[in-house]
């Protein structure tokens, strides 16, 4: 409640004297303004107008301090002997802020009317307090320039250092990446790929020393299982190339314009005699199927999925590769009659940090390494890869790529 009470007008007049506005007037107008002052007493967090209001007088602060906010934004303080309002007292516009109070304050109030009284026949005292009032103006807006600028400064700041969070989250995720990827390698490199040059070695030096004393059909046992352990070896340290120039950028994406049934022929010449020792079937079509894509990341991805539908499927089984053209997309899909995948791995076979490596049915091993290749190269076509899958089942591997050539 803003509650209004008496002061002695020479109390009046020498307050006057220490507010920056009327320091200049003559001491007959200080008693005229003086007359028409009303004291106000207002509590903590009282308004003395709120924005939008049309009062019109003007504020001189006795004491205590006041706040000139819009809603939360808070613009400046007013203290003792500071004054606020005084544009209402010239023109008849709108309350463009609240002003509210900090702490219990108090407050002499100049209404227009009182205002106008007191400069009548005082040009000199009139020109005077414009005078004010313009220069007033002037500071005002050069502090809301310096506030403007400190606000847009802060601003920038407050971009700059959610810019450089979020490079440093990235970068961080990139690290998390480099780091599996090493991790992956030296998996690699210190298991996967070091186990079949083993066995061949021992194999090797097997027959080298006691080549005479083995039979022809024991002889044949090991040199299949030298091509077998020396073929996994191979298609590993291809993908292993293959991979590392991808990570590091050497490896371009150049689409042309090919035949797939090319690409799929030329893999199952190279892979028929895997798919031949377990005597599984490879029946794929005899159309042509001209699309652009890089015939290297293609031919990679095929030979990766065909080797792995030889790898988990049974013997005697079969194995069906398909495409065609639909919706501007060619499809391809390999599906074969192993043994599956659960779906809880389904979902993890194109991921690095947790791709699962599993056994072939004939004991062959793996790595994962070429399904993360499969993802990518597809990726970069703006294709996508996915698998359909039950245990005991079979599996199917599908991927399309839209159309299009660079």
């Known amino acids: 409640m803003i509650r209004k009470s008496a002061h002695a007008l020479d109390d009046k007049v020498k307050f006057l004297r220490n507010v920056s506005l009327f320091m200049d007037a003559p001491a007959a107008i200080l008693e005229k303004i003086a007359r028409n002052l009303k004291h106000i007493k207002i ?40 004054f606020f309002g005084e544009y209402s007292l010239i023109d008849e516009e709108t309350r463009s802020a609240s002003v509210t109070a900090i702490i219990p304050s108090e407050l002499y109030e100049l209404s227009y009317e009182a205002f106008s009284d007191a400069l009548e026949g005082e040009p000199l005292l009139a020109r005077s307090l414009l005078k004010g ?3 007033r103006l002037r500071d005002n807006n050069i502090l809301e320039e310096r506030l403007t600028k ?5 601003q920038k700041q407050k971009n700059e250092i959610i810019r450089e969070r979020d490079e440093l989250e990235n970068q961080k995720k990139e690290l998390v990446s480099l780091n599996n990827t090493k991790d992956k390698f030296f998996s690699i490199i210190g298991h996967d790929l ?7 070695i021992g194999l090797s030096e097997l027959l080298l020393d006691d080549f005479d004393s083995f039979e022809k059909e024991r002889l044949k046992v090991f040199i299949e299982q030298i091509y ?9 340290l291809e993908n292993l190339l293959q991979w590392a120039r991808s990570q ?28 031949r020792q377990k005597n599984i079937k490879i029946n794929y079509p005899e159309d042509s199927a001209y699309w652009h894509f890089d015939i290297n990341m293609i031919s990679t991805v095929m030979r990766n999925l065909i080797s792995n539908a030889i790898k988990f499927t049974e013997e005697n089984g079969n194995i069906d590769i398909n495409y065609e053209e639909r919706n501007q997309k060619l499809y391809v899909s390999i599906s074969d009659t192993g043994v599956g995948i659960a779906k809880k791995d389904a979902q993890r076979l194109f991921k690095l940090d947790v791709n699962p490596s599993t056994i072939g049915t004939s004991d062959e091993k793996g790595t994962g390494l070429g399904l993360i290749l499969c993802n990518e190269f597809i990726s970069r076509h703006g294709g996508e890869i996915w698998v359909e899958s039950e245990p005991g089942e079979g599996s199917i591997f599908k991927f399309y790529l839209p159309a299009g050539g660079e």
């Open 133 to 135: 009032f313009v220069k």
């Open 43 to 82: 509590e903590q967090g009282e308004s003395i107008f709120h924005k939008g209001d049309r009062m019109r007088a003007l504020y001189i602060v006795i004491k205590g301090s006041l706040q000139v906010h819009d809603g939360e934004y808070i613009f400046s303080n007013f203290d003792e002997n500071d």
């Open 228 to 236: 077998k352990f020396s073929s996994n070896a191979y298609a590993l």
């Open 248 to 275: 590091t950028g050497k490896l371009k994406l150049a689409k042309n314009p090919y035949n797939l049934k090319d690409v799929v022929e030329d893999n199952v010449e190279l892979l028929n005699g895997n798919a």
């Open 150 to 154: 400190r606000t847009l400064d802060i």
């Open 194 to 200: 070091k186990n079949p040059f083993s066995t061949v």
